[in-house]
């Protein structure tokens, strides 16, 4: 009975540690360790607020490349000869001729021209189909001619053109307005693969009241869109791509690949001042690209001569190949 008795008297008392409290009083953070507290929030704050860490500079190879290749264009651009104010006083007396004539004055390939459509060449005059078209034809069938027949530059400064395709002003009205199929633009190429060549030069006519180039660069992997008003072509670049694909399953039976592809612009683009000179603008787009030139030699005030030396090409049927 004792030994019961002392089982519950011991469950009923309280903890040792229970009993202990009250001897110790409760613990409390000294001064110093709410001072180092502070000053640990305080430094941690003024490291996220500071400034950061300047990183290495590291160019990757792509911006070293542009910027050697701005610097290569420069120079380029400021060793190429201006061009001049005139033609030559022969060449220029011919053109007085031309402008006189009446009826049918130049033919090439299945284009020709007549004396209303050369007219369109005087100063302020808006380009129509008949003048790119037959400006184009002659950019095509220099690339050819120079395919069957390689000619020594020797001294000329006009680069070697390349292997180039020419669409005429009627392709890109029927991708835009008729699409791939319904426009049936596969019958287009059945005797060229446009997948071989360099360059395939596309003049764009906006909405009948603007002309800009357009180019599928094969060399540089890039849809290219020039225009002398420097406005946004995301269409060009979207019609374009559809085209290329289509195309390429067509042709090929496979999906176009794209890896590596761009869509491009140049800021050097030369502008025009006016509101009638973009097709003469876009003619001399599409000549220097099937020539491979990156950069343009021409703006705004070699326009006049420009339309005195197209006048002089297209009524002799052949490209100069000197200014």
Same mark, same amino acid.
């Given at each position: ?42 430094? +941690?704050? +003024? ?22 290749? +701005?610097?290569? =264009? ?58 790119? =078209? ?33 669409? =005429? ?19 287009? #190429? ?46 060009? $670049? ?19 690949? $794209? #890896? ?24 001399? $787009? ?11 030699? $021409? ?25």
């Amino acid at each position: 009975m004792k030994k019961q008795a002392l089982i519950k008297r011991y469950m009923r008392s309280r903890s040792s540690s229970l009993t202990d409290l009250g001897r110790h009083p409760p613990k409390t953070h000294s001064e110093d360790d709410t001072d180092f507290l502070r000053r640990a929030i305080e430094k +941690a704050q +003024a490291t996220l607020n500071g400034p950061k860490p300047l990183r290495p500079l590291t160019p990757s190879i792509n911006q070293l490349q542009f910027r050697y290749r +701005a610097k290569d =264009n420069e120079l380029e651009r400021r060793m190429r000869p201006a061009l001049p104010s005139s033609l030559p006083l022969e060449d220029d007396a011919q053109v007085t001729v031309f402008l006189n004539k009446r009826g049918i004055i130049a033919k090439y390939a299945r284009e020709q021209v007549s004396d209303e459509d050369i007219v369109r060449l005087k100063p302020t005059k808006w380009l129509n189909d008949e003048i790119i =078209n037959f400006y184009g034809a002659m950019i095509l069938g220099r690339s050819e001619a120079c395919k069957e027949n390689p000619v020594k530059h020797g001294k000329s400064k006009v680069k070697k053109p390349l292997d180039s395709y020419y669409f =005429n002003t009627f392709f890109w009205t029927k991708l835009e307005k008729e699409g791939y199929d319904k426009g049936r633009l596969a019958k287009w #190429t059945k005797k060229v693969d446009i997948f071989s060549k360099d360059v395939i030069l596309i003049p764009v006519n906006h909405s009948n009241i603007h002309w800009t180039g357009a180019a599928i660069n094969m060399r540089h992997k890039r849809i290219e869109s020039y225009d002398s008003m420097h406005d946004d072509r995301r269409r060009v $670049f979207k019609l374009l791509r559809q085209y290329l694909d289509l195309e390429h399953r067509n042709k090929k039976k496979t999906p176009f690949d $794209f #890896t590596g592809w761009q869509d491009y612009t140049s800021e050097d683009t030369p502008m025009q001042e006016n509101g009638f000179d973009c097709g003469v603008f876009t003619c001399q $787009f599409l000549e220097s690209l099937s020539r491979g030139e990156d950069t343009f030699n $021409f703006t705004q005030k070699d326009i006049p001569y420009l339309r005195r030396r197209m006048i002089w090409e297209i009524c002799n049927a052949t490209l100069r190949t000197e200014p």
